[in-house]
């Protein structure tokens, strides 16, 4: 199992950029598929973006261009830069990690950082 701490949420104004960060302990996280979600008060959980266990990646239409996702398997740490922030973008964000395992998918979560985009 893995366990997920994420941190670098904060307050920033419309245009500004914020790094998350998530930390990971207890498995080596090379081998997790790993992805960054949000959750707005009163909207469902969305994938942001995510990153594979061999480096592919996908974003979101609504920051493509604006996030970028990294891992450091080594520092066991995944990053999302997020630039040009918009007040959409306020949400808790979660660090997901998935590993497949025979017909399932294990799932972890962090516990979610808020980032709040405002004026």
């Known amino acids: 199992q893995v366990q997920l701490v994420e941190s670098g949420g904060g307050l920033v104004q419309p245009g500004g950029s914020l790094r998350l960060s998530c930390a990971a302990s207890?498995?080596?996280?090379?081998?997790?598929?790993m992805g960054w979600y949000r959750q707005a008060p009163g909207k469902q959980r969305e994938l942001v973006a995510a990153?594979?266990?061999?480096?592919?990646?996908n974003y979101d239409d609504s920051v493509k261009g604006r996030f970028t996702i990294s891992r450091d398997n080594a520092k066991n740490t995944v990053g999302l830069q997020m630039n040009s922030l918009k007040s959409e973008d306020t949400a808790v964000y979660y660090c997901?990690?998935?590993?497949?395992?025979?017909?399932?998918?294990?799932?972890?979560w962090g516990q979610g950082t808020q980032v709040t985009v405002s004026s």
């Open positions: 997901n990690a998935k590993l497949p395992a025979g017909t399932n998918t294990l799932n972890y």
């Open positions: 207890g498995s080596m996280l090379s081998i997790y598929h």
């Open positions: 990153i594979t266990s061999s480096g592919r990646i």
